[in-house]
């Protein structure tokens, strides 16, 4: 499976971005597929994840309520639809699948947990 993640960009805090996550090959119903994040200096960060399958979400406690994550299982595309953007949200943020996502375990919050990543792409937030 390769992923490729696209819609960075820079915007001005308290606007949107919309980040796609294409994936290439199959992505079978037992996967999940994650957001993550990067900030200079700081290690890489769980953002939202979602199940191939049923499409249950999950979100970091920083991004609940502002970001959400969505799939086409037909286009084999994750979305990650971000508002109410924050300077400290500007970070590289990455996909990944995971092919043995369980939506009930806390790992699904580890990047150790995940099998595929595409390249990230960057957001930058302006104050």
């Known amino acids: 499976v390769q992923l490729q993640a696209y819609g960075g960009g820079l915007v001005q805090a308290g606007g949107s971005l919309r980040l796609s996550c294409s994936a290439s090959g199959r992505i079978f119903s037992n996967y999940g597929m994650g957001w993550f994040r990067q900030a200079p200096e700081k290690e890489r960060e769980f953002v939202a994840s979602i199940s191939w399958s049923l499409g249950n979400t999950y979100y970091a406690v920083s991004v609940k309520g502002r970001f959400t994550i969505s799939r086409d299982t037909a286009r084999n595309t994750v979305y990650l639809q971000m508002n109410g953007l924050k300077p400290e949200d500007t970070a590289v943020y990455y996909c990944?699948?995971?092919?043995?996502?369980?939506?009930?375990?806390?790992?699904?919050?580890?990047?150790?947990?995940?099998?595929?990543w595409g390249h990230g792409t960057h957001v930058t937030v302006s104050s």
């Open positions: 990944a699948a995971d092919r043995t996502y369980n939506r009930f375990s806390s790992a699904n919050t580890r990047p150790t947990q995940y099998d595929y």
